[in-house]
Every structure is written in structure tokens, then in C-alpha cells.
């Protein structure tokens, strides 16, 4: 069946928004480094390559991520970033070169903007809400406290969106990054070396931190270095002796960088390879974060309303959508980082609980405060503040909340556990279950 005009108008406008996202995330989900040294680096290597892709320069730019995992990546329209971890992996400038030919290969070749329109439709981009088969869109798109509560929040996600391309894809980018570095003057075969290099190291002592991501996300398409091998054959010839003669310096400089930050949007997200614990209650199944562990009964569905958003553990019909996309809990759980305002090295338990307690209340006019209690969550000092709130619902609006804080080094970590009144009698024994399962990582 062909799509209608409103069909596409409202695909065009979900891809533009989901492409707006995006562009934000980067420079507030990781620490940007600038570095003088090495922005002149990267815009040497960059400019003749920029030339040889036809984009524009001033929508190209490329930006160093503190960050030990091997990555890079370009978003739509030409921001570029890379990980400090790949500049650590490489062994020469023209392996940063050929990574960033790639990238740029991506951008120039309309990659990202084909593989949204292609994938994110309403409902995959709405995957838990539109998943949820009780999950209707609420009375006149009103948003109570706990649809406000993820603006407090610092989950972020991930790009993984625009990584994940095809081997087609993969391919062409290859190719065409190949000829651009021929025509910029670096060495063509450095770019399929390099990612053959990493690939010997999968599953051995050696691989780098993030390395399987970075393979899953650059999948391979057969032997890189003799498609390319191949291809040199039709390039005009040349000496290749592209050098700025910076690389070894900058290198030198990112070794001593320190370590990151942990970063909240991070912490929440699902651990890529954990095994599951096999000692949580009977019924229940795990939730496997980079921070953190949770039990939550089998029947519920865990996951993000969209990029971005906090974790919800709902039951069906747990959740309804608003008018600006977002969600507001119902019933169910969720989970997330507050990050007070002096920043996340201040996070006193206490002092941090009432700054995000007041922030809610500033959005929520219905939220009332009925008691707190200290105890422990996972191990740690935690804070129980239970509230009392109001939701879209018309048959019964009414909403108890139980907020439970833990202040943890990348912020207030929170999990909000919300039922009505008529099924709080259900629902607080497996709320009281979930607290008892949370593990944190350290």
C-alpha cells in the first residue's frame, strides 16, 4: 500500500526532529576537549578531504570526545566526533585520516538522513509507548510531574542510530573514502587497514575498550584492504605524502588525558553482553545497566519512550503518550539521573533530594510532599520520599509516588515507583521487591 501525503509529512517531520535530537547530544552526553593542538590537527587532515567530498567547510567540523572507547562518528549534515580512545589506537595519521574519509564518506553519500527515513518510523521511534498495548495518548496531551520529571533528568541517548549502517553502506563509504584520501594525498590503503587491524584483535587481551561496538557499527563487508586494493587501480597515480607532522605530539597528549567522567545518559542505558543474574525473585527478570542492576516483574516492558528519555518499567498500559512526544508514567517504574545544579561533584543526598524534589514541584502544581526516610538502596545511603500527585487519568487521577535517591559520582541517581490508590494494595509489595534487587556497579 503506497503512503498518503500526511504519511510522509509526518515521516519528513519525525526524521527532522530525530536528526535535531541528535545533533544536540553529543556535546552535552560526552566531555568535549578542546585542545588547540589537536583541533589544528584535525582540521589540517580534514580540509583537503572536505574538498574532496564536495561538502561544505563550514558544516564540517570535527570535535575530540574524552572517551576510551574506539569510535567516531558524523552526524547528518557534517558534526563529526571522535573518541580519544581511537586516537590512541592509531599508529599513524593517515589511519586518522581514513577514519575520517569514512565518516565524511557517510555525510556525503546521505547515509544517516536514508537510514532514519528508512528505520525511524512513529512507531520504532516511540518503541515502549507504541509497544505497550494499553498505551493510548492522554487527555488533551496533559503532563503531569512524572512527564515533566526526564526534562530534570540528564538521560541521554545514544547515536547508535546513525552508526548502524548497512554493509552496502559500509562499503561505499570504504570506497568513496578511499578516492578522497588518494585525492588529499594520503595513503588509500591506510583506511582499510586500520579497521582490519582492529578486527584481529577482537576477543584477544589486546582489544580496546568499546572495540565490538565499533565493529558491530562498522560491520565488515568482506576483505576491506582487497576491494580497496582493487579500486586503487583506477586512481590517477601519485606519491603519497600527506603529512602535518603533528600526529606523534597529539598523540602523546591524549595518552595523559584523564579517564572520563561517567555520564548519566550512559549509566542508565542496557550493558551490551551482561549476563543476567540468576538470584532474583521468583517472576522477576533483570535489568542490566552500565551503573546499575534492577529486578522488575517478567510481565512488564523495560525500555526508553524515545532516544533520550528515562528507563520505564511498566506494566501494560503502564504509560500514555503526550502531545509533544514525551511519556507520563501511570504505574510502573522509572529510573534516571538528577544532576543538581552546582554540578554532579555536589550531590549531598539530602541537599540534592530537596533541590529535585522543589525543581519538580515547580512543574507540578498537584505534587505534594507526605514523608521521607533514610535507608539503604543496593548497598548504599538512600532516601525514601514518598509524594502524592495528580496524572491525565479522568477515572482516577490521584498518584502515589515513592521517589528513592542515591547519590552516586555521576549525579542523584533516582528510581520512581508510582501506582493510584485503588492499586497500591497490588503494587507496593513488588515495589518494595524491585529495591531489594537494586546492584550497583561499584
Not at 254 to 265: D, E, L, R, Y
Not at 398 to 426: C, F, H, N
Request: hydrophobic share 40%; proline share 6%; charged share 20%.
Amino acid at each position: 500500500m503506497g503512503q498518503g501525503p500526511m504519511t510522509r509529512l509526518i515521516r519528513i517531520m519525525m526524521v527532522g526532529i530525530l536528526l535535531f535530537f541528535a545533533a544536540a547530544q553529543p556535546a552535552s552526553a560526552q566531555e568535549l576537549l578542546r585542545d588547540s593542538e589537536t583541533e589544528l590537527l584535525f582540521k589540517q587532515v580534514s580540509t583537503p578531504l572536505i574538498a574532496a567530498a564536495g561538502l561544505d567547510p563550514k558544516s564540517v567540523k570535527v570535535v575530540l570526545l574524552r572517551d576510551d572507547s574506539i569510535n567516531a562518528f558524523a552526524l547528518p549534515g557534517g558534526p563529526m566526533y571522535v573518541h580519544t580512545g581511537l586516537l590512541k589506537a592509531a599508529d599513524g595519521e593517515g589511519e586518522v585520516a581514513g577514519v575520517l574519509a569514512h565518516e565524511m564518506s557517510h555525510v556525503a553519500l546521505r547515509h544517516g538522513a536514508a537510514q532514519m527515513s528508512k528505520q525511524q518510523t512513529y512507531g520504532t521511534l516511540f518503541g515502549l509507548i507504541g509497544a505497550a498495548a494499553g498505551a493510548v495518548t492522554s487527555k488533551g496531551g496533559e503532563c503531569g510531574m512524572l512527564c515533566q520529571i526526564t526534562e530534570a533528568g540528564t538521560g541521554l541517548g545514544q547515536n547508535s542510530v546513525l552508526m548502524k549502517f548497512s554493509r552496502g553502506y559500509e562499503r561505499d563509504a570504504d570506497l568513496n573514502g578511499a578516492r578522497m584520501m588518494n585525492a588529499a594525498g594520503y595513503d588509500p590503503m591506510q583506511l582499510p587497514k586500520f579497521f582490519e587491524k582492529l578486527e584481529t584483535t577482537l576477543g584477544t587481551a589486546a582489544e580496546p575498550k568499546g572495540l565490538a561496538l565499533w565493529m558491530s557499527s562498522h560491520p565488515a563487508t568482506g576483505s576491506r584492504v582487497q576491494y580497496v586494493s582493487d579500486d586503487i587501480k583506477y586512481y590517477p597515480k601519485r606519491s603519497y605524502t600527506a603529512s602535518t607532522g603533528d600526529f606523534s605530539r597529539v598523540k602523546q597528549l591524549v595518552a595523559v588525558i584523564p579517564a572520563p567522567k561517567p555520564q548519566p545518559g550512559t549509566l542508565i542505558l542496557a550493558k551490551k553482553g551482561a549476563t543476567p543474574r540468576s538470584s532474583l525473585p521468583a517472576g522477576f527478570k533483570d535489568y542490566v545497566a552500565n551503573g546499575f542492576s534492577i529486578g522488575y516483574p517478567d510481565t512488564w516492558q523495560a525500555g526508553q519512550s524515545q532516544p533520550g528519555s528515562s528507563i520505564y518499567m511498566i506494566p501494560q498500559g503502564g504509560a500514555v503518550k503526550t502531545k509533544d512526544g514525551g511519556a507520563e508514567l501511570l504505574l510502573g517504574a522509572m529510573i534516571d539521573y538528577y544532576v543538581p545544579q552546582a554540578g554532579a561533584a555536589s550531590v549531598n543526598l539530602e541537599t540534592s533530594t530537596g533541590e529535585f524534589v522543589d525543581s519538580l514541584k515547580k512543574g507540578d502544581p498537584n505534587l505534594q510532599t507526605e514523608r521521607s526516610e533514610r535507608l539503604q538502596v543496593g548497598g548504599k545511603p538512600a532516601v525514601m520520599t514518598k509524594l502524592k500527585t495528580k496524572t491525565s487519568l479522568q477515572q482516577e487521577p490521584e498518584q502515589i509516588v515513592y521517589l528513592y535517591t542515591v547519590g552516586r559520582d555521576a549525579g542523584l541517581w533516582y528510581l520512581v515507583m508510582v501506582a493510584q490508590p485503588s492499586k497500591l494494595g497490588e503494587f507496593d509489595p513488588v515495589f518494595r521487591l524491585m529495591t531489594t534487587t537494586v546492584l550497583f556497579s561499584n
